[in-house]
């Protein structure tokens, strides 16, 4: 049997859906039995095969084809491939429509949906409807997402939707940095984002907006955000007039090694956002046994417990502050943190996979 | 029925946590007058003020389980007590009293949380666990009855049955939470789980919490709506409905009647209230009192038909003429018992004084039967509305945006509100989410600081809980859909907080049969096309009770209970709205933009839309609570 896998991206940027698809990818070929073969079929992505892709493929790839952002390249690569004992792993809902047609040709293909978070939690168009319908499974990345699907999409089969959750990189784990204690005279959070204007709703402004509460309770803490964007003269506006300059840092935009230094140097990792589909970014902290703090929204609940963190409303600035303050009163267990990310490792995802898979 | 307080702070000594929770008490002394109590063990004191209404002689609180491990302080009314005392016994526990608050004691002791979706009733509550160091407190499902908190440093928890308590214990500040008001602006009220004030918390209902001994808080949902489908009690055909849903109503009037003091009704003259009032004659209910508010003003009063309702179940009928005049005279009073802001409830205030005065502790009340039969304008609007939708979405987006820009130049209330609809709603929920807004979106943030503004935007103007209520839908049905949000926000959020104020403002407990899990769980899962028939509003509820409700009643055309209070405004209010519009009070809302809501309320003086009134005393509301002086701390 062959497997297509259809991404927007895989290795042309860091976005979320990429680093998630070329997990799939590294996953589906891992499953391949001997004779089975996986092609991906990539829109955005040049052809040439990517340094990083061995790191994320077995012998079962036969293939990386990059479309380069041509979409009828992409559909008429996709539909040369399926063939009729195919199965397609279609890794964004806008490509869905082509896997239809790919069954509509081969009616012995089965077709998956890899729902992601946000791009599936809005009303569907008569296209898309069918073509979520025709699918064998819709593995979504968690209950949140799952239960957004069945509300825009009534007409869709329950037992179809499964849950997949999202799963870490095995190639971002901490490096041998020396062990670090929680400081709780000087706590020391740590955002990580983009700081993007179309993505306000990361709650990072009200994160900054805590600080002066938190800055009560723990005069020396410190508040560091990594990333880069154009929200980035309103953040530091923001920062300007609470007067608190001396409590919060920007980085900027940092490479992974500086990145993972920030995971393991923080006490509490903090991003409140209202619309996190799953929220891998809290579970790269937790690989550094870094408690969280997230938004009662989106699919965090269900990343976020209260052995691994906290959760407070969105937008609700003295529960933020009041969580925080909670965070470093009552440090979590490293140990039980580092161990419930784990539970979200590769392996626990490709078994996961398997079984969606039969 | 009481008012319930407490602290968990490790870092207070036992001295100082009973000063506080006294002083809580005491700020709820019209919730319990009958009797009151306090403990103190370990980093905790509870203590409760007791309006004693099942088992008076017997049912102090706190209650201790017979082994002191367990303490209880609770709020409410437990209607199945006496089958689950049976059930407890036979499982081994020794009732000391027949109190339904030693009933939920033992089953919280036996089962733990398990214990919740077995309770009938309304209930707040909060059990200590003396072994454990525990706080564990929950709120009923569908928030008749109120639970308050807010954290205290080093994991400390402090709770109360009203904010003014929370207020009172001297251990909290009253600062007031910006995005509070804008929520406010939105929709009449402030929705679970923010309040007025910064810190403070209003558990959602259907939540649990519990305090761990490391200080760690836990909250979690315990109960969500029923099945959309169950076939296994779903009828057959309307006439099977109508027989079942009979027996139901008959059972839930039979369950809120369990009390061991006088019970009576408010009887508007509405098919839900005369329903509830039919219902009790016919279960037995002897020398039944019922209380009515009438009113001189023309179109307003609804007292012939109330009379009607009366003579016909053969009731000792009390009426009160409410007038501008007595209002404007109570207002200070009334506005003493507000605890957060509200667009409504002077009616019950008005009924529950009555009745009080009259001579019953526990009132029934016919809140809930438009939600449950679907009687509202919206079970009509938003189906219709949401078959715009997708035509809608098809639209350019430049289109769009000149269509709602267009709307929004008009002054017309409800250009304004499609507006909102148009830009904001996605789907049905969404729809629900934004219809019971009072305030269009473009006034509301006209209304607002800057600051304020800026906190409104980034909530948006969907109702907090979105996507819980969404979640807890699927498969459901659009009159169900429609059906839970105006339980689970106007009627939650609106309606039975304020019955709970503003009864308990009179030591009355106000209990609503509509509002039952029992019933719900039977007429839930029933056809739309039952419960509810557009050309006929709450025909299976008239078709159930037919033979006991009068003809002219059932066939009336459904009439909202309003009060006149437009006129007043212009008149007897008047001089109260000038007090509380002018630069001295705003003042003290910095939070509003002074001229915009100083236009509202000029344009309204000078204006003919009879419906603008309740955006004016929304707002006004909100200002005079701010104003209002701060009780001394005794």
């Keep these: ?358 | 029925m009481c008012g319930i307080a407490g602290v968990l702070a490790p870092n207070l000594d036992a001295s100082q946590r009973e000063q506080a929770v006294t002083r809580m008490i005491r700020a709820q002394h019209h919730r319990g007058p009958d009797d009151q109590g306090l403990y103190s063990q370990g980093p905790v004191t509870i203590g409760m003020a007791r309006l004693a209404i099942i088992d008076p002689a017997n049912g102090r609180q706190p209650m201790h389980s017979a082994d002191g491990r367990f303490t209880i302080v609770f709020n409410g009314a437990i209607y199945n007590y006496r089958e689950l005392q049976a059930e407890l016994r036979a499982e081994g526990w020794q009732f000391r009293t027949n109190c339904d608050t030693e009933v939920l004691l033992a089953a919280f002791a036996l089962r733990g949380a398990a214990c919740l979706p077995r309770l009938r009733g309304m209930f707040a509550f909060a059990i200590w666990d003396k072994e454990k160091q525990t706080l564990f407190a929950a709120r009923g499902p569908l928030g008749i009855k109120p639970f308050y908190y807010a954290r205290l440093p080093n994991g400390g928890l402090l709770f109360g049955s009203e904010l003014n308590v929370l207020l009172a214990s001297g251990l909290v500040e009253r600062a007031i939470d910006l995005s509070a008001v804008g929520e406010y602006l939105a929709r009449f009220s402030i929705p679970a789980p923010r309040t007025l004030y910064q810190g403070l918390q209003n558990l959602p209902p259907g939540h649990s919490l519990e305090v761990l001994p490391n200080g760690r808080l836990k909250t979690e949902v315990w109960w969500t709506m029923p099945l959309p489908s169950q076939p296994a009690i779903r009828s057959l055909n309307y006439s099977d409905f109508v027989y079942g849903l009979r027996a139901q109503l008959e059972d839930t009037i039979r369950a809120h009647q369990v009390a061991d003091v006088p019970v009576g009704a408010f009887l508007s003259g509405g098919m839900d209230s005369s329903a509830i009032v039919g219902l009790m004659a016919r279960t037995g209910v002897s020398h039944l009192k019922t209380f009515s508010l009438i009113f001189d003003e023309p179109g307003f009063s609804e007292a012939e038909s109330a009379r009607l309702a009366a003579e016909t179940f053969g009731t000792e009928h009390h009426e009160y003429l409410l007038t501008g005049a007595q209002l404007a005279k109570d207002l200070p009073r009334i506005l003493a018992t507000f605890d957060q802001p509200t667009g409504d409830g002077i009616n019950t205030y008005y009924a529950s004084q009555m009745a009080r005065a009259g001579g019953v502790t526990v009132a029934l009340s016919g809140l809930g039967g438009d939600e449950l039969f679907g009687s509202y304008p919206s079970f009509r609007d938003l189906p219709r509305l949401n078959t715009i939708l997708p035509w809608w979405r098809k639209f350019p987006q430049g289109l769009q945006k000149r269509i709602v820009k267009g709307l929004r130049s008009r002054a017309d209330a409800r250009a304004l509100k499609l507006a909102d609809f148009l830009a904001s709603a996605r789907d049905l929920h969404e729809l629900a989410s934004l219809q019971r807004r009072v305030l269009p979106e473009a006034v509301r943030l006209s209304l607002l600081s800057p600051e304020a503004r800026a906190h409104a935007e980034r909530l948006g103007p969907h109702h907090p809980m979105l996507d819980q209520f969404a979640g807890d839908l699927i498969g459901a049905d659009a009159f169900q859909i429609i059906s839970a949000w105006e339980l689970r926000t106007y009627m939650a959020d609106v309606l039975l907080r304020d019955s709970d104020v503003f009864s308990m403002a009179h030591s009355l407990e106000l209990r609503v049969p509509f509002v039952d899990p029992v019933l719900l769980g039977w007429l839930w899962p029933q056809p739309a096309h039952f419960k509810h028939d557009p050309q006929h509003p709450k025909r299976a509820l008239a078709d159930a009770v037919a033979d006991i409700v009068p003809a002219a009643i059932r066939n009336r055309q459904k009439k909202g209970f309003a009060l006149p209070f437009g006129a007043w405004m212009r008149r007897e209010l008047r001089p109260f709205l000038d007090e509380t519009f002018s630069n001295s009070s705003l003042a003290n809302c910095p939070w509003l933009d002074t001229a915009a809501v100083q236009t509202i309320w000029r344009e309204f003086l000078t204006g003919t839309d009879t419906r603008a009134w309740s955006r004016v005393w929304t707002i006004a509301v909100l200002i005079a609570l701010v104003n209002r002086p701060i009780p001394a701390r005794r």
């Design chain 1, 1 to 358: 049997m062959k497997t297509i896998l259809l991404s927007p991206e895989l290795f042309l940027g860091e976005g979320g859906i990429a680093r998630i698809m070329r997990l799939y990818l590294k996953s589906l070929c891992e499953l391949a039995a001997p004779g089975e073969a996986v092609v991906a079929v990539v829109l955005n992505d040049f052809p040439g095969d990517d340094s990083k892709l061995p790191r994320y493929s077995t012998p079962a790839l036969h293939g990386v084809l990059g479309c380069s952002r041509s979409k009828w390249r992409f559909a008429r690569a996709t539909l040369n491939q399926a063939q009729r004992d195919a199965r397609i792993v279609c890794g964004h809902l806008h490509q869905l429509p082509i896997a239809w047609l790919a069954k509509r040709l081969n009616p012995g293909l089965n077709y998956y949906l890899v729902a992601h978070g946000i791009e599936v939690w809005r009303p569907y168009s008569a296209l898309e409807v069918l073509a979520m319908r025709g699918a064998t499974a819709i593995w979504c990345i968690s209950e949140y997402t799952r239960r957004q699907m069945l509300r825009f999409c009534p007409q869709l089969d329950p037992r179809r939707l499964v849950v997949v959750p999202n799963t870490l990189d095995p190639f971002f784990t901490p490096t041998e940095l020396p062990p670090t204690t929680p400081t709780p005279a000087a706590p020391k959070l740590l955002v990580v984002s983009r700081l993007a204007t179309t993505d306000t709703y990361k709650g990072i402004d009200t994160v900054i907006e805590a600080m002066p509460h938190f800055l009560r309770l723990h005069p020396q803490g410190q508040l560091r955000i990594v990333g880069g964007g154009n929200d980035v003269p309103r953040l530091t506006a923001l920062v300007a007039t609470l007067q608190l300059q001396h409590a919060v840092t920007f980085t900027g935009i940092i490479d992974d090694a500086a990145l993972r230094a920030e995971y393991a140097n923080c006490d509490i990792f903090a991003l409140p956002s209202r619309k996190e589909g799953f929220g891998l970014v809290y579970l790269e902290a937790m690989t550094y046994g870094k408690p969280c703090l997230g938004a009662r929204a989106g699919g965090v609940p269900e990343v976020i417990n209260d052995h691994v963190g906290v959760l407070a409303d969105y937008g609700n600035i003295p529960e933020i502050a009041v969580a925080l303050d909670d965070l470093v009163r009552h440090p979590r267990d490293a140990t039980t943190i580092r161990a419930h990310a784990d539970s979200f490792d590769f392996t626990h995802f490709t078994q996961r996979l398997a079984l969606a898979l039969r």
